[in-house]
Every structure is written in C-alpha cells, then in structure tokens.
C-alpha cells in the first residue's frame, strides 16, 4: 500500500491457529500492510499473504513482562503510522478476548492515529469445536463463560470461582493452566460436583491439537503426568461429554478432509508444528 500522510492500524485477529480460520478481511488486510506486528501464537503460515516488501515485527511476550511489552507495542503501532505506514497488529485468536486489543485501540485513540478492528475466530471457541465440544446445547447448556485462569487466587482481577460454577453452565478457561489445582479447587468450593466434566485442549485446531476428558477432580493430576503445557484452553460442563460422539478432528492423521491444511507452519523455533 502506498504511504498516506497519516497512516492507519488494523488490529487484526489471526484466529486460533489453522491458517484457514483466519477472516477473508484479515487476509486482504495482510496483502496490502506495509508493516506486521505479530503475535507469539499466530501461525507464521499466516505470513504468506504478507507482500514481499513488508516489514515484518515479532512482538511475542513472555509472561510477567506485559507492562514495558505492552507499552514499547502501542508506541511502535504509533510511529510506523505517523510515519505514514499500513500497520496491521496481528493477534492470536480475536483482538479483544483476553488479547489487550482494548488497550492498544485506546493507546491508538488517545493517540490521534486511526485505526479498525477485524474481528478473529477465538480459541476459546475453536480449540473446543476441534475437539467435538459445543459449548452450548439446549439439552446441556444455555450459558457460557469465557475467563482467565491468570490470577488463579483471590486477588485484584481474579474470577470468583466459586460463584462462576453455580452460575454458568460451560465455563471455558484460557491462560489456565499453570494454576489448574486451584481453579478446580475454587470451583468445588462453589458447590460444583467432582464428577462435573473437563476438557483440556492443547494447541487447538493445529496438527499438534492435543486433548483430555477428566472432571473437576481428577485434571489436575492428569494434566502433570500427561504434560499439558500452553497454549491450552479448558473447557468445564456436561457439554464435554459430547465429544466422545462429535470428535472429529484428526490432527496428526493422514490428510483426509480437502479443506485441512498441509503445512501448519511456525515463525520460531520452539512451536510446534
Ligand atoms: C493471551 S490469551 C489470547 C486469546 C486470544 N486472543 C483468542 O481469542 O484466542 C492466550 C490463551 O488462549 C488460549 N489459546 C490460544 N491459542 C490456543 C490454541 N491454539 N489452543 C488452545 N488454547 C489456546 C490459551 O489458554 C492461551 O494461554
């Protein structure tokens, strides 16, 4: 795209991590950026629709450093389109469940610079339908959360977890996994039955998808022996029964569907594939 005076910023959600579930609008935005900002969890197959000339910018964060990160972000979108650049901020999953595109789209506002927001398929909702899991039912649930499992504890921002498992029907969790015992913990403090079930879904919709069925008792323990690591998102509620009939997601088999992804490419050494 040739350069305005003004530039722009798209924030862009890349979804969850088959390259096919990114938006036909986030695609087009991609072919025409002349700078990339990009996620840890967005797949590098993505890159492909990026033109030749493109600068492209990884921005992964470790966990514990979002602060400075997040600022040093907002203030790059700021200059590359003060500079007169297409910017397009590619976020894993959708830009605005649990991925700071609230505050980058205000850091923008405050900040004079236009920007738009493409919408992404979520992994809170894609990692669950790739393991056979709707996560809602009118024979098994009418309700749905969507929460992190961050702050796992009673703290500033932390979920009552108690109050979640009387109130909702399927609770789906991301960024959980490090503090699974107490999130299960706090969910039988709230009258939730030790046989409710779970679901775990490690890098959902990928080749490498990984999954478990346990219940709120017993996860805990199978996730460390099995070797959950993240990104997994959690599914809590009856609806997980469900994917023992709606499995159908062959990750790691033959290419059997002519829609499923040959090569589900990382960007780091490290990801898996
Ligand atoms: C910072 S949140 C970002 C969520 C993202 N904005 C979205 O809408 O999917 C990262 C968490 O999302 C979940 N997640 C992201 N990608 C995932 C995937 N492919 N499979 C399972 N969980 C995933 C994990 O719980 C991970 O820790």
Known sequence: MTANLLGKVSLVGAGPGDPELLTLKGKRCL?????????????????KHA??????????????A????????????????????YVVRLKGGDPFIFGRGGEEAQALKRAGVPFDIVPGVSAAIAAPAYAGI?????????????????????????????????????VVIVMGLHNLGAIMTGLLEGGCEPERPVSLIQWGTRR???????????VAGLAAARGFTAPTTIVVGNVVRLAEQLDWFQPRGEKSQPWSSDSQTELHAGSPR
């Open 31 to 47: 072919e025409i950026a002349d700078v990339i900002l990009y996620d840890e969890l967005v797949n590098g197959e993505l890159m």
């Open 51 to 64: 033109a030749v000339n493109a600068e492209l910018i990884y921005v992964g964060k470790k966990p514990g």
């Open 66 to 85: 979002h602060c400075t990160d997040q600022k040093k972000i907002a203030a790059m979108l700021i200059q590359k389109a003060r500079a007169g650049k």
């Open 134 to 170: 709707p996560l809602t039912h009118r024979a098994h649930a009418s309700s749905v959360a969507i929460v992190t499992g961050h702050r796992a504890l009673a703290s500033e921002g932390s979920v009552n977890w108690s109050r979640l498992a009387a109130a909702v029907d399927t």
């Open 208 to 218: 490498s998808q990984k999954s478990l069925t346990a219940t709120v008792a017993t």
